[in-house]
């Protein structure tokens, strides 16, 4: 409605123009406004990027999973272009990322992100900066439906077929052995001995406190050295030590510690194929539903956490443990994971 109006503008005379102009509501002119700082900013971001017409710019959004995703899909999509040059445009801070899929040509680094601008104007094309993320978050609620999964939604994006597998990520371990023995000094730890818990997730409910509080203690009774990783200090679980790891240092980190328990987060998707005994968390009050169910195509109790993002399923390895937690039956996950 606004777009059609807005060109209606440009196309009318001056007469016309004030005529159309004096008949928008308040929303409208918002809307329009908006529209215009949006396509300011696709326009803006667009010379950062600098993508050449053979180059396929596929942009990020600023989440590590998302970024883990696109990533590791690098592969099948230049399978799927041989001819053309893919490009990974990242926040500086998952930079990371993307380096670990040597099948990734270049990566642009940019200081931000304009999601609403993206998702609005830029279409699947060469040359121009591509959204790569589902653009209505409603796409949500068929996850988990017939078998419907995360990663499906991110092959629909790359416009790849559903049977495509993941790259396993090539991880440089060799060159961090002085590294890992350095941090496990200054923080006493012991090799194969210690678990890390991460107990936080950006876009998912986190669990109870209670529940990680009892999973430290038990942990310490088995002989365990606990430790905690978070971005957010408070959110750092009671009596256990507190750890900073730089995104580059998890994976060999972790492998060398033992054990790790996290909820379910996009630090997970990184974490998931590390050589480590990996217990993963999903939060089981979570509405997976972005809207309310008679807008989506099936009941939540024909879909579980597991089905919509489980990592099992991710990435057809049996090499990771996956429970649905919550207030109610956390006691005997509790027990089972401590087997």
């Keep these: ?7 209606s503008l440009i196309k009318s005379s001056r007469f016309e123009y004030f005529t159309c102009v004096f008949k928008f509501n308040l929303i409208e002119w918002r809307n329009l406004l908006f529209l215009i700082k949006d396509y300011i900013d696709w326009i803006k971001f667009k010379q950062k990027c600098q993508l050449e017409e053979n180059e396929w710019g596929i942009v990020c959004p600023a989440s590590i999973g998302d970024t883990y995703y696109v990533a590791a899909f690098a592969e099948a999509f230049k399978k799927q272009h041989p001819k053309d040059i893919l490009v990974i445009i990242v926040i500086k801070r998952h930079y990371y990322i993307p380096t670990l899929f040597p099948s990734i040509d270049r990566i642009v680094v940019v200081d931000s992100i304009p999601v609403r601008a993206l998702s609005t104007f830029s279409s699947f094309e060469k040359g121009e900066p591509i959204y790569g993320h589902f653009r209505d978050v409603s796409f949500n609620n ?3 439906y017939k078998g419907i999964h995360l990663s499906d939604l991110h092959r629909a994006v790359l416009y ?6 993941l790259s396993l990520p090539c991880i440089p371990r060799k060159d961090k052995n002085k590294l890992i023995k350095d941090f496990f000094s200054s923080y006493n730890l012991v090799e194969k001995q210690t678990l890390i818990l991460f107990p936080t997730a950006n876009s998912l409910k986190m669990l109870n406190w209670k529940i990680w509080t009892i999973i430290a203690e038990k942990a310490k009774q088995k002989g ?3 430790c905690c990783n978070s971005i957010n200090k408070d959110h750092c679980i009671k009596d256990t030590i507190i750890l900073d790891i730089e995104l580059e240092d998890l994976i060999p980190i972790c492998e060398h510690a033992g054990w790790i328990i996290m909820q379910r987060s996009g630090l997970s998707d990184l974490i ?3 050589k480590v005994k990996k217990t993963i968390l999903y939060n089981n009050d979570y509405n997976i539903l972005w809207s309310s169910e008679e807008f989506a195509p099936y009941s939540k109790q024909f879909s579980t956490m597991i089905d919509a993002y489980g990592l099992k399923v991710l990435n057809g390895t049996d090499d990771i443990e996956e429970y649905e ?3 109610e039956n956390y006691d005997e996950i509790i027990k089972i994971i401590f087997r």
Excluded: E, Y
């Design 160 to 165: 790849l077929p559903m049977s495509t597998k």
């Design 325 to 327: 937690i919550n207030d």
């Design 1 to 7: 409605m606004i777009l059609s109006k807005l060109i």
């Design 224 to 226: 365990w050295i606990v």
């Design 142 to 144: 068929i996850l988990g």
């Design 272 to 274: 998931s194929t590390a």
